[in-house]
Nanobody
Framework: QVQLVESGGGLVQAGGSLRLSCAAS????????LGWFRQAPGKEREFVGS???????AYVDSVKGRFTISRDNAKNTIYLQMNSLKLEDTAVYYC??????????????WGRGTQVTVSS
């Protein structure tokens, strides 16, 4: 019901900022919980943050105060604003969607990811 495409990744200096975008197809974007995940080399995929249909957001402790998720329903797009980037933020970042009419606790749809590399 929805297709997701991430963009905005790249190389950034430690302490710098980067904004990722996730563009979604479909006519029912507003009913999805949208999540950001990341996977670093040699590590398991981890949850970064999420935003629901009411724009309530949640974050993993390691990014609180540095990352902000927002959504623009008119553009069918969510964003991950990343500030004060650290070396350990280096990972492939994925966006995912959970349909609240199916199961809002499970992410049924995934993008292909975008690489974020933080250098010293």
């Amino acid at each position: 019901q929805v297709q997701l495409v991430e963009s905005g990744g790249g190389l950034v200096q430690a302490g710098g900022s980067l904004r990722l975008s996730c563009a979604a197809s479909g006519r029912t974007f507003g009913r999805y919980v949208l999540g950001w995940f990341r996977q670093a080399p040699g590590k398991e995929r981890e949850f970064v943050g999420s935003i629901n249909w009411n724009s309530d957001s949640a974050y993993v402790d390691s990014v609180k105060g540095r990352f902000t998720i927002s959504r623009d329903n008119a553009k069918n797009t969510i964003y991950l604003q990343m500030n004060s980037l650290k070396l350990e933020d280096t990972a492939v970042y994925y966006c995912a969607a959970a349909d609240r009419l199916v199961d809002s606790t499970r992410y049924q749809y995934w993008g292909r990811g975008t690489q974020v590399t933080v250098s010293s």
